[in-house]
């Protein structure tokens, strides 16, 4: 009978009861019926139910990973800091750029008394006064639909169909998003026409748009930004819900209100005659102060150039010289530096009206070249004798007269030092009263500078009725005898010469006979050691055995030339690099002068082979030179394609000489598709000829 009556809610309870037992299951019974069940639960009762259990997982949350919440906050935080930043700076650029403006005018006179009376500051006064606006308009726009939610009109301001109007406000925003791809939360904020200007503040759900007539203060984006705040607090709902009916808006327009009954009318107070006595006031004090500076700077001036007067005065003096010459403080400065026999500077102060104790000299003693003053020396120290006159003729100072010997040796040996800078002194015009016995002894110091000049040997010298003559041996790489003649005071004409060549076997014309006849290389060195010739370094098989061949000639005459420390130059590094840089190719893309960046390690390991290989090769005493050919596809025109391998080639030249390698060592040249690494019968083809290739010349 119980299963009759009850069998179908037994059933139904043991799969409840075999539900509840299997979490599993009941998860996912639950998870069927959840979403609808919170859907249709009213949101005050959901939300307390699911706050405590949202708000544990969201600190625990932020606990395990506080960078999540960063990342989330970011987007939202950013804008809003970057805007109220950039507002603040234009705030101040304003503030600053209205101060200036006035800082100097009556109206900012006036203005700045009146800070001192209100004790607030003159930039605060200044924005008061200067910026007159009016707010005719406010505009409140679905910030989703793009359609008008309500529009305030100020009193005495027209316009043209608000929804037209909102639209058009619409239709730009869309067209500067679309245009210049700006995010979805950032949009036009500012639009200038004349004397209007249109302030564009958004929000989550709408946009006010304010249009101002006049200069408004950046302030009043923070007024406007409260307005739009507030009417979201207050009508969030509605406004996420808004379809084009405003019925349940009706308190935002209240709102807007506020917005157009925002201005600042000019002030129009009467003529300021209180700033106009301070400030004629202030002008008779600065006249009255100009003229009285103008007066002293006047008499001032005329001192400082009577001090003029004197410095050219004292500058035109021989044997002065002004190095430095100032006025500071009142006072007088001057240095320089004067020779003991010029005029005493302090005398020429008489008559130039500049006062001596406020004159400060600091002179330094030296020894003009100024004919006049090395003639007073030269007469102190000489003491020519009474057969001689000295004076000056064309700044040169002329001896003249007769004088012994050793009077003339000394005039002599002043006119060679006066020589390296000084007046020239001329004793051509002094006669030797023994000119044999001069003429004899200059002749022996000429015959003993020759004998100890290398690769001349004096056979045979004497003197005979007033000439000299002179014979014996000379290397063609030693001093010229004639040339010797010079500075010794024997007439040419006067000295007869006779010299046999030979060849000298001094260590010095050795080397370089040797240097000329053998032209080592650069890698080798010839060097004098203990009077034997020693080649040192290294240089190519030929050149060594040249050498032996020389040194085998030399040690019959008694000349050791040592080749013992010569080596054998390897050129079989040289060539195993040569190897590496030629198989090496720059690749590039199909119509494209520059490689790609998958080049760069390549071209970095070109570059430090190049500049090895070339010190290799200055070390061998050879020169190397790069020849990098550019070469395209046979993609195009053959103009074009002859136009791209040159200019890759230079792209190439000018990649290396930025990672060091000297420019002078590179050569290129365009072969366009005349040169191809492979057949043109696939991609793969194509793209091994769009390259550069290098090849290494040795000079």
């Given at each position: 009978m119980r299963q009759l009556l009850v069998s179908r809610e037994i059933s139904e309870l043991s799969r409840v009861t075999h539900l509840l037992d299997e979490p599993e299951q009941l998860a996912a019974a639950v998870g069927d019926v959840l979403p609808s069940a919170a859907g249709r639960a009213p949101y005050a009762q959901l939300g307390e139910a699911l706050a405590p259990a949202v708000e544990r997982a969201v600190q625990r949350s932020i606990q395990k990973s506080p960078r999540t919440l960063t990342d989330i906050l970011y987007p939202v935080f950013l804008p809003a800091i970057r805007k109220s930043i950039g507002e603040k700076i234009d705030q101040t650029f304003q503030s600053l750029n209205e101060t200036l403006r006035h800082i100097f005018t009556w109206h900012g006179l006036k203005w700045r008394l009146e800070a001192w009376r209100t004790g607030a500051?003159?930039?605060?006064?200044?924005?008061?006064?200067?910026?007159?606006?009016?707010?005719?308009?406010?505009?409140?726009?679905?910030?989703?639909?793009?359609?008008?939610?309500?529009?305030?009109?100020?009193?005495?301001?027209?316009?043209?169909?608000?929804?037209?109007?909102?639209?058009?406000?619409?239709?730009?925003?869309?067209?500067?998003?679309?245009?210049?791809?700006?995010?979805?939360?950032?949009?036009?904020?500012?639009?200038?026409?004349?004397?209007?200007?249109?302030?564009?503040?958004?929000?989550?759900?709408?946009?006010?748009?304010?249009?101002?007539?006049?200069?408004?203060?950046?302030?009043?984006?923070?007024?406007?930004?409260?307005?739009?705040?507030?009417?979201?607090?207050?009508?969030?709902?509605?406004?996420?819900?808004?379809?084009?009916?405003?019925?349940?808006?009706?308190s935002v327009e209240a709102q807007?209100?506020?917005?157009?009954?925002?201005?600042?009318?000019?002030?129009?107070?009467?003529?300021?005659?209180?700033?106009?006595?301070?400030?004629?006031?202030?002008?008779?004090?600065?006249?009255?102060?100009?003229?009285?500076?103008?007066?002293?700077?006047?008499?001032?001036?005329?001192?400082?150039?009577?001090?003029?007067?004197?410095?050219?005065?004292?500058?035109?003096?021989?044997?002065?010289?002004?190095?430095?010459?100032?006025?500071?403080?009142?006072?007088?400065?001057?240095?320089?530096?004067?020779?003991?026999?010029?005029?005493?500077?302090?005398?020429?102060?008489?008559?130039?009206?500049?006062?001596?104790?406020?004159?400060?000299?600091?002179?330094?003693?030296y020894q003009s070249l100024e004919p006049e003053f090395v003639l007073k020396r030269l007469t102190a120290s000489l003491y020519p004798p009474e057969t001689v006159r000295l004076s000056i003729v064309d700044d040169?100072?002329?001896?003249e007269g007769e004088a012994p010997d050793t009077w003339i040796d000394r005039a002599r040996a002043a006119a060679r030092q006066l020589s390296a800078g000084g007046p020239e002194f001329d004793i051509s015009k002094v006669r030797d009263v023994s000119p044999e016995a001069r003429a004899a002894e200059h002749w022996q110091y000429y015959v003993s500078r020759l004998e100890a000049q290398p690769g001349i040997i004096v056979a045979q010298q004497t003197a005979r009725g007033g000439h000299f003559y002179i014979s014996g041996l000379r290397d063609p790489l030693a001093a010229d005898p004639q040339a010797l003649l010079s500075g010794t005071d024997v007439d040419p004409a006067r000295v007869h010469a006779q010299w046999q060549f030979y060849q000298s076997l001094d260590p010095k014309f050795v080397v370089k006979r040797l240097t000329a006849a053998l032209s080592p290389p650069k890698t080798v060195q010839l060097s004098i050691i203990q009077g034997r010739i020693v080649a040192v370094g290294e240089a190519p098989a030929g050149w060594i055995n040249r050498a032996r061949a020389a040194a085998e000639q030399l040690s019959a005459d008694g000349v050791v030339l040592d080749v013992s420390q010569l080596r054998e130059l390897n050129l079989a590094e040289l060539n195993h690099l040569r190897q590496a840089i030629q198989t090496t190719d720059i690749f590039f893309s199909s119509g494209?002068?520059?490689?790609?960046?998958?080049?760069?390690?390549?071209?970095?390991?070109?570059?430090?082979?190049?500049?090895?290989?070339?010190?290799?090769?200055?070390?061998?005493?050879?020169?190397?030179?790069?020849?990098?050919?550019?070469h395209s596809d046979t993609t195009g025109r053959e103009t074009a394609n002859a136009s791209i391998s040159a200019a890759r080639a230079e792209t190439v030249r000018a990649l290396l000489n930025k990672r060091g390698v000297a420019p002078e060592l590179l050569l290129v040249r365009g072969a366009g598709t005349f040169e191809p690494a492979v057949p043109e019968n696939s991609l793969t083809g194509s793209s091994t000829n769009r390259r550069v290739s290098i090849t290494v010349n040795l000079d």
């Open positions: 500051s003159f930039s605060a006064v200044v924005l008061k006064h200067s910026l007159v606006y009016r707010v005719e308009h406010a505009f409140l726009i679905h910030r989703n639909s793009g359609l008008l939610i309500t529009h305030v009109t100020a009193d005495n301001a027209t316009s043209e169909d608000p929804q037209l109007i909102s639209s058009m406000l619409s239709a730009i925003q869309d067209f500067v998003k679309d245009s210049f791809n700006e995010k979805e939360q950032s949009g036009l904020d500012t639009i200038r026409f004349g004397e209007l200007r249109l302030w564009s503040e958004v929000g989550p759900f709408a946009t006010l748009v304010s249009v101002i007539r006049g200069n408004p203060p950046e302030e009043l984006h923070e007024i406007v930004r409260d307005v739009l705040l507030r009417i979201h607090e207050e009508s969030s709902q509605a406004l996420e819900q808004f379809d084009g009916d405003g019925s349940q808006l009706a807007l209100q506020t917005c157009v009954e925002l201005k600042q009318e000019e002030s129009n107070d009467g003529f300021p005659w209180l700033v106009a006595a301070v400030a004629l006031l202030l002008l008779s004090l600065a006249g009255g102060w100009y003229f009285l500076s103008w007066q002293s700077a006047q008499r001032w001036q005329a001192y400082v150039s009577r001090w003029q007067a004197y410095v050219s005065r004292v500058e035109a003096q021989p044997g002065i010289i002004v190095a430095e010459q100032q006025v500071r403080d009142g006072q007088f400065y001057i240095a320089g530096l004067r020779d003991p026999l010029a005029v005493d500077p302090q005398s020429l102060l008489s008559g130039t009206g500049v006062d001596p104790a406020g004159v400060h000299s600091q002179w330094q003693f040169r100072i002329v001896a494209k002068v520059v490689p790609g960046p998958e080049q760069t390690p390549v071209l970095d390991r070109l570059a430090d082979q190049i500049k090895e290989f070339a010190q290799s090769a200055r070390n061998s005493g050879v020169t190397a030179r790069f020849m990098l050919t550019g």
